[in-house]
Each structure stands twice: as structure tokens, then as C-alpha cells.
């Protein structure tokens, strides 16, 4: 471990735990308390990717003193008080840089944070990005973190920085042979799900898949060149699982089954090499969605249940609910419909327990909004048009403005059971309304279902609402 080149005069410590921010997050759980935040840096115009185990950290006492981004949303969430206040250190006393001496400035550019002394590990919090407007701030983050996921905004943008673990963005470059991988390493693993599924929430899969597939094939090539620490070399595999994971629901998105199937499969023999049942339980959770999607229901309730098993002993209320609602789809998709109904009932059971340290970080998605437009989704697999609109209308409704995805997805489901209900004016106000936000969504899926509820539409292109939506949609452009 190399040696901080910074001036100290505090020694090495364990870091304490920030107790007043412990106290701010109350009742609500990591991840509940991570998209207050999140809601409230959109209120100011920052971008934060803030989750649960951000909040794990910053209550732990691992992070120090937020990043400016941070410390900007913190002031606004609560007006008045100091980042002292909110039990951070001062931002002097963890920043070394001010402490450099002037002509000793380019060897300190050579120096890896992440694995310095305690007085600069945590100063700064790695997993967004730092105030680009700071005329002081050159304190230098390690060579993988720098460069992973600096982003610009917007898809494209988005799309063409996917370049997590430091690596080049063609596929030869992720397999060049790597060192030995370490903490630095995962901590830029973690971090490129956590950017993927950011993006995808905002954007959706079809401008991120083809960009994936070089991070993936280093995360294994990090795997393969190994590690000195069983801590590390566990975290490293359940990256690398939830990676593929990531990919594959890209993939899925994107209209590419096979490729998703692939994927789901990596992941899970990933998991079931370290016996990593929270990697497992998340692959067969994608594995049974795809199932269902590409038309194999009795596999996805197979699945499904397969899910439930590994899951239960992780102690996760909110985990089971979603994959009883996997369940759920697939007995829909073999119109079973006492089978979907006694898994519906289950999932709402088990989700009005209410989340729990327990639930994993990937379940960030899964709220009521989720659980209605999921739960829309079998209702219209069983023909039932009228209770799938209900039930689609109020996930759009309640739907968190950060997940613009979902948003045109459970508008696009709701446009289509209203058409297919009869009810052709009301589908094709929604039908606007997906066309408006696939301004920002690129999702082959919901091109899809509009596509189908254009087609159940073409009878009634006489009424002028109808025909307004069908003359647009005419004009829009196909995903590539």
C-alpha cells in the first residue's frame, strides 16, 4: 500500500460513524433516503447517482466530507445547517491538497487516494463526479476511478463515455492482460453498474448496450488476473455478476432475447461459483422477466420460483414481492389466472412489510409504481383490458420523475390497454405522451408496444385524436 505524500497531523484512524446523518435519514430505509436525495438535486439542477450503499458509507464514516455536488444538495435538503452540522468534517481537514508544497506538486500528481493514509481516503467521494468549476480542486483520484463515467448528459453523450475500469472502449483494449486487481478495482466495478443502471433508468437500453460490452469483458479480465485479498477478489465476482446482469437486461431491453439469455446465464454461473445467493437471486429474478417476455412462460414461473428460493433466507420483504410478481407474469402468460392471482396477492402482501437494510441496491426501481404497472402487465397477458389500464394509469401516476424509462413504459402499457379496451381517444392521448418522452427514452420495447397499439388503433384512424397519433407515429424513427 503505498504512503500518502500529504502532510498529516493526525494519525491513521478507523473512520468513525456519522451518527447525525444517521439520525437526519430517520425511519426511511438507505435506498429510500438515497432517492430523497437524488429528488432533491434535481430540485437545484445537480446530477447526483446517489443509492444505498452511498448512504451505507456516508454513515459509516467512510466518506468524510462529501464531494461539492453532495455538499450543495445536503445545504438545500437542510437550509440553515453547516456540513459540520450534518456531521461531515471540514473540508479542510481532509483535503491535503492546500498542504502540497508548491514544488512538489508533479509527485504529488502520482499518488492513488484510494490508497493513501486516512487523511485523504474518503476526503472526497469517488462515485460521482467532482465540481468541474473548482479552481482549487486537483487533488488526483485514482487512474481507474478518474476516468469511469464521467458523462455530459443526454444519451448520446451518455452512451459514448461507457468506459468504466479505465479501459479503452474497443474490445481488444478489455483484454489486454491487467494487473493484479484490487480494491481500487472493484470500487470502479461497483461503480459502472451503478452508472449503467443510472443511465438506463434515464434513457433506456438501446443507446447503452453496444457500449457495455467492453466493461464487461474487462470486469472478467479483472477476475482472471486475480487479486491478494478474499474481500476484494468476493466483491470483484459480485460486480462482475451484476455487470452481466446489467448487460443483459441492456440486451433485453433492446429487443436482443439471445443475447440477454446469455448474459443472465454468465451471471449465474458467476454466482454459484462463490455461492453469492444475492447475484443469484437477481439473475434468475432477470431470467424468468426475459422468460416471460420472449414468450416462455413456464419457464418463468420456474424461474420465478427458483428465485424465491435462493432469496429467502437473504431476509429481503421487498425482494420476494417483486419475484412473486415475476411469478405472477408467467402464470399470466400460460393464462392461468387463480395461479396470477395467488401470486399478486403474495407480492402485495410481501410488500406492504416495507423495505428493510436488507433489500439489495439493484432494487432501487421497485416501488408502488412498479408494482402497479407489473401487476398491469398480467392483467393484460389475461385479457382483462379495463383493470390493466387501472392499474397502468396509476404506475405512470405515481412513478418517480428520475425514471423516465418507466414513465413512457407504463404509458405505453396504458395506451395499449385502453385501445385494445375500446376506448381509442383516451390510447391515443397516451400514445402522445410516450411520443414526447421518447424524446429521451430509447427503449426497442416500447417501440414495440407502440407499434402494436398503432396497429389496434388503424380502425378508428377517422377520429382526429387517433388519427393525430397514428401520423406521428408514422413519422417516427425506428430504433437501429
Known amino acids: 500500500m503505498a504512503s500518502s505524500t500529504v502532510t498529516s497531523s493526525q494519525p491513521d484512524r478507523p473512520p468513525q460513524p456519522n451518527l447525525v446523518f444517521r439520525r437526519l435519514r430517520g425511519q426511511r430505509s438507505p435506498a429510500e433516503f438515497a432517492a430523497a436525495i437524488r429528488r432533491a438535486a434535481r430540485e437545484i439542477g445537480e446530477r447526483v447517482s446517489c443509492d444505498a450503499r452511498y448512504i451505507g458509507r456516508v454513515e459509516a464514516g467512510e466518506i468524510r466530507c462529501p464531494n461539492y455536488a453532495y455538499e450543495r444538495v445536503f445545504l438545500h435538503m437542510f437550509p440553515g445547517r453547516t456540513l459540520t452540522d450534518l456531521g461531515f468534517a471540514p473540508r479542510s481537514s481532509v483535503r491535503g491538497r492546500r498542504a502540497r508544497a508548491a514544488g512538489d506538486t508533479s509527485a504529488q500528481r502520482t499518488t492513488n ?14 462515485y460521482d463526479t467532482q465540481d468541474p468549476y473548482d479552481p482549487h480542486d486537483t487533488h488526483e483520484e485514482s487512474d481507474v476511478l478518474r476516468r469511469a463515467f464521467m458523462t455530459g448528459g443526454g444519451a448520446t453523450v451518455a ?9 479503452a472502449h474497443d474490445a481488444a483494449a478489455a483484454q489486454r492482460p491487467v494487473r493484479h486487481a484490487g480494491a481500487s478495482d472493484a470500487d470502479a466495478l461497483e461503480e459502472a453498474v451503478r452508472r449503467i443502471r443510472l443511465l438506463d433508468d434515464r434513457h433506456g437500453a438501446d443507446g447503452l448496450y453496444r457500449r457495455a460490452a467492453a466493461p464487461l469483458r474487462a470486469a472478467y479480465a479483472l477476475l482472471e488476473a486475480g487479486t491478494t485479498r478474499r474481500t476484494t477478489a468476493d466483491r470483484l465476482y459480485a460486480g462482475a455478476g451484476e455487470l452481466a446482469i446489467s448487460v443483459g437486461w441492456l440486451a433485453h431491453d433492446s ?3 439471445d443475447d440477454a439469455r446469455s448474459h443472465y446465464a454468465e451471471a449465474l454461473a458467476t454466482a454459484r461459483m462463490t455461492g453469492d445467493a444475492a447475484v443469484e437471486a437477481h439473475a434468475f ?22 428465485a424465491q428460493r435462493v432469496a429467502r433466507p437473504l431476509g429481503s420483504a421487498r425482494l420476494m414481492s417483486l419475484l412473486a410478481l415475476r ?33 439489495p441496491e439493484w432494487m432501487s426501481f421497485y416501488g408502488e409504481a412498479e408494482l402497479e404497472g407489473l401487476e398491469a402487465q398480467c392483467w393484460s397477458a389475461l385479457g382483462d ?28 402499457e396504458l395506451a395499449d390497454d385502453l385501445a385494445r379496451g375500446g376506448q381509442p381517444d383516451e390510447a391515443a392521448a ?9 424524446a429521451e427514452v430509447q427503449s426497442s420495447r416500447i417501440h414495440t408496444m407502440l407499434a402494436g397499439t398503432a396497429r389496434v388503433l388503424l380502425p378508428h384512424r377517422r377520429a382526429s385524436e387517433v388519427s393525430a397519433f397514428l401520423e406521428r407515429h408514422a413519422g417516427l424513427p425506428r430504433p437501429a
Open 113 to 126: 487516494p484510494a490508497r493513501a493514509g486516512s487523511e485523504t481516503s474518503g476526503a472526497y467521494e469517488p
Open 159 to 167: 452512451a459514448a463515455s461507457l468506459c468504466p475500469l479505465g479501459l
Open 255 to 257: 429487443g436482443r432475447f
Open 285 to 306: 429474478c432477470n431470467t424468468a422477466f426475459l422468460a416471460r417476455d420472449a414468450g416462455r412462460p413456464r419457464e418463468a414461473v420456474r424461474a420465478a420460483q427458483a
Open 327 to 359: 411469478e405472477a407474469g408467467g402464470w399470466a402468460g400460460l393464462a392461468d389466472r387463480v395461479g396470477c392471482e395467488q401470486a399478486l396477492v403474495r407480492a402485495q402482501v410481501l410488500y406492504e412489510r416495507g423495505p428493510s437494510d436488507a433489500d
Open 385 to 412: 383490458w379495463s383493470r390493466a389500464a387501472r392499474h397502468a394509469r396509476r404506475a405512470a401516476q405515481l412513478q418517480d420523475p428520475h425514471f423516465t424509462r418507466n414513465i413512457a413504459l407504463y404509458t405505453a
Open 430 to 438: 397516451a400514445g402522445m405522451r410516450v411520443l414526447d418522452l421518447l
